[in-house]
């Protein structure tokens, strides 16, 4: 893949040097990405988010292009022509049979995910907004900035670690995994770990803006960090660092993460009564099933469009449409690249998101309902952090006694009875 390396770092570059103006300030594009989430006034938003949506489509023809040679090169050296086929094989799953288990899931929760997203839409975009607002705006509802006040920058770090602590984890003394939390310009406001040597040294960053996906970025990247920490030394380097995909070590991202839909959390860390707890938490179930719901309409997405990528193009429309249906928020066409991970990491996303509810089940059912806060949870996942990358997301849905499709206990948590 040496070949390819060139043109991804020039692609890489131009993004990196793009600059936008914006009310008299020029910044730089993924600056002006991060900043959207900030923006309390919702022209600004509109504004800004089509400011940066229109530098990115610019970088459209070359998305394309690097997209196509890679495809090629993948072809020619696994002798697999078909790339749907292809990443069915190396994931040992049936793409087709997963995307039609999570569309029956999303038809499940629509009605209730009606209700829930007029209700936060409402409340964290005020009731002047569009019925379907665009998606500049989701950064700004996954920060919550409404309540940013309440989930402050400052505390992000502190809270993180004190959850992790609970659970049995002191990450803050761990000498494997090395923390930048810096706010840097030009620092990605996505977040990310690097498992350079694992489990010696993992890399764990993120971008602390404000609001509650400060908290909930940290406790997604610290379930990577931990799981690679964590994994035995005396493990060969494939099962240490390597997988068939991404989807056994999200289980564990996806699983801390969800400790901030917990009630209880929100009560001890924020001093909040049971009340104010419960609609915080209520807030945090309308992200996670935004983005569930989102993340299943590109799997339908990048499903078709990779069968038929000759004629790429033609498919931002029903990019913007599938997503506008499944959501209810505007996506742009011309944004059909910029948002497509390769290697199918949808998929890897969903069945995570499947296994991390069916890991809470279990959990809910053998520690209690208190197991978000318990050491005895992190007994439990030290056990399958050690096994490294061996196992596959379907065996560990077998081990805790579950089917790979079983999508209930996903439903049921998204859907609360009324």
């Not at 900035?145 to 993180?160: D, I």
């Not at 996505?190 to 909930?216: E, K, W």
């Not at 380097?237 to 801390?256: G, K, P, V, W």
């Amino acid at each position: 893949m040496g070949e390819l390396a060139e043109p991804s770092d020039r692609l890489e570059n131009a993004v990196l040097a793009a600059r936008i103006e914006f009310r008299g300030e020029e910044l730089p594009l993924r600056s002006a990405q991060a900043t959207l989430a900030l923006l309390d006034d919702y022209g600004a938003r509109e504004e800004l988010g089509t400011l940066t949506g229109d530098a990115s489509a610019r970088f459209n023809d070359d998305r394309l292009e690097l997209l196509g040679a890679e495809e090629t090169l993948d072809a020619e050296l696994s002798g697999e022509a078909d790339p749907v086929g292809r990443s069915a094989g190396r994931k040992r799953i049936d793409l087709d049979e997963l995307a039609a288990a999570l569309r029956s899931a999303a038809s499940e929760q629509r009605e209730a995910w009606t209700e829930l997203r007029k209700r936060w839409a409402d409340r964290l975009l005020g009731e002047k907004r569009e019925d379907e607002p665009s998606s500049y705006h989701v950064a700004y509802l996954r920060r919550l900035s409404p309540l940013a006040s309440l989930y402050t920058k400052e505390r992000a770090v502190p809270v993180c670690l004190e959850t992790l602590t609970r659970l049995g984890f002191d990450l803050g003394a761990d000498d494997h995994i090395r923390l930048d939390l810096d706010d840097r310009p030009q620092k990605s406001p996505r977040a990310c770990v690097i498992a350079s040597d694992p489990p010696s040294v993992v890399h764990l960053i993120t971008r602390a803006q404000g609001g509650l996906h400060d908290y909930q970025s940290f406790l997604h990247e610290a379930g990577h960090a931990l799981h690679y920490a964590g994994c035995d030394p005396s493990l060969p380097y494939t099962f240490r660092r390597l997988s068939r995909d991404h989807a056994l070590t999200e289980i564990y991202s996806f699983l801390l993460e969800s400790v901030t839909r917990e009630p209880g959390w929100h009560r001890e860390h924020f001093a909040l009564d049971a009340g104010e707890a419960e609609d915080c938490a209520d807030a945090t179930r309308f992200l996670d099933v935004l983005l569930f719901r989102r993340y299943a309409a590109k799997l339908d997405y990048e499903l078709e469009i990779w069968a038929d990528f000759g004629n790429a193009p033609g498919y931002a429309t029903k990019y913007a449409e599938q997503l506008r249906a499944a959501t209810g928020f505007r996506y742009r066409p011309d944004g059909y690249l910029a948002d497509m991970d390769g290697g199918f990491y949808s998929a890897d996303y969903l069945r995570a998101w499947i296994r991390s509810a069916q890991l809470r089940a279990y959990l809910r059912e053998t520690i209690g309902p208190d197991w978000w806060e318990q050491s005895a949870t992190g007994d439990f996942l030290r056990v399958l952090f050690a096994q490294g990358t061996q196992p596959s997301s379907e065996e560990i849905a077998a081990r805790i006694g579950f089917s790979p499709l079983d999508t209930r206990p996903l439903v049921q948590e998204n859907t609360p009875a009324s």
